[in-house]
């Protein structure tokens, strides 16, 4: 249906009118005041309210990173992606996005995205800080941040509705994300990841590792250090842990609907059992501790 001001005025003037004979108009009356809400109602829907045009601007930053030892980036409904590269400097895009009833009004809401950053050199904190509106009606905003950087700078990673990945960072890592998966390749370090609805996926991690997840699979290939941690677990989902025959840890893993499986490491078993297990790898030093309430565990020799 296709509706306009003169639509809407027809209906009232069909309420309102004195032309038609006396029952004719009461059973005009009742029909309208039936029909009217889901007239406005397929108004809104396919009328000149609809906000359904999309836009986008991409926006590009470059930084020194000369006394910057971290950088922390928060975005909402967008990717956060890091790439490690040899350059001193620190070069960033923004993929800002909103919708609009048109293409003029989605452009100005793309322009109330506003992108906020502080270089503190006393602290060597890098922030980069997307600001979105307050709720508009029917108005979608997002934002993606993609980052080129020294290897060598901590992150610290917040989005909401989006992934976060990280390709060769040598540093820690803070990652938080909601309906999203988070992955990171070739990295070092502490790596703090945390989404609420999404994988998380580690490809040749050297450092200790806390991965949690409520919704999602994790699937993560580590080695880890003397006396290190790896702390993996999810409420719904399998989980899948490579580390080396080297390894040395005490380890624990259990699920509430699943197997537990050990593939090809060199373990000394305290107790096996379909959902649980618990022993050790070599001197056991280090601690590694899995748990889902639903799925599969294997830990497997991946070197």
């Known amino acids: 249906m296709v509706c306009n001001e003169n639509s809407i005025r027809y209906i009232f003037i069909v309420y309102g009118s004195s032309e038609l004979p006396r029952k004719e108009t009461i059973m005009s009356k009742y029909l309208v005041i039936i029909l009217l809400p889901f007239l406005l109602y397929a108004c809104e829907i396919t009328g000149p309210w609809d906000n359904n045009v999309r836009a986008k601007e991409t926006v590009s930053k470059d930084f020194s990173s000369s006394q910057i030892q971290e950088v922390a980036v928060k975005t909402q409904n967008g990717t956060i992606e890091t790439s490690a590269w040899d350059d001193n400097s620190i070069h960033v895009t923004f993929e800002k996005r909103a919708t609009g009833h048109d293409t003029e009004d989605a452009e100005d809401n793309v322009d109330d995205i506003k992108i906020h950053t502080s270089r503190n050199t006393a602290s060597g904190v890098l922030t980069i800080d997307v600001e979105f509106p307050k709720y508009k009606n029917g108005i979608n905003y997002g934002c993606s941040v993609y980052l080129s950087l020294p290897a060598s700078l901590v992150?610290?990673?917040?989005?909401?509705?989006?992934?976060?990945?990280?390709?060769?960072?040598?540093?820690?890592?803070?990652?938080?994300?909601?309906?999203?998966?988070?992955?990171?390749?070739?990295?070092?370090?502490?790596?703090?990841?945390?989404?609420?609805?999404?994988?998380?996926?580690?490809?040749?991690?050297?450092?200790?590792?806390?991965?949690?997840?409520?919704?999602?699979?994790?699937?993560?290939?580590i080695v880890l250090p003397r006396q290190g941690e790896c702390i993996l677990k999810t409420s719904n989902g399998a989980i899948i842990l490579s580390i080396p025959d080297t390894t040395s840890a005490t380890m624990e893993a259990s699920t509430s609907n699943g197997r537990v499986e050990i593939k090809n490491l060199p373990v000394t078993v305290v107790m096996m059992e379909k959902t649980e297990f618990r022993g050790r790898i070599g001197n056991g030093q280090g601690n590694i501790d899995l748990k889902t309430s639903n799925g599969g565990i294997v830990i497997r020799n991946g070197r």
Not at 171 to 183: R, V, Y
Not at 185 to 197: F, I, K, V, W
């Open 155 to 221: 992150l610290e990673l917040e989005s909401s509705n989006g992934a976060i990945i990280a390709l060769g960072a040598k540093s820690d890592l803070d990652f938080s994300t909601s309906n999203g998966a988070i992955k990171i390749q070739d990295t070092e370090g502490y790596a703090r990841l945390r989404t609420s609805n999404g994988m998380i996926t580690v490809d040749n991690h050297y450092g200790e590792l806390n991965g949690r997840t409520s919704n999602g699979a994790i699937d993560a290939d």
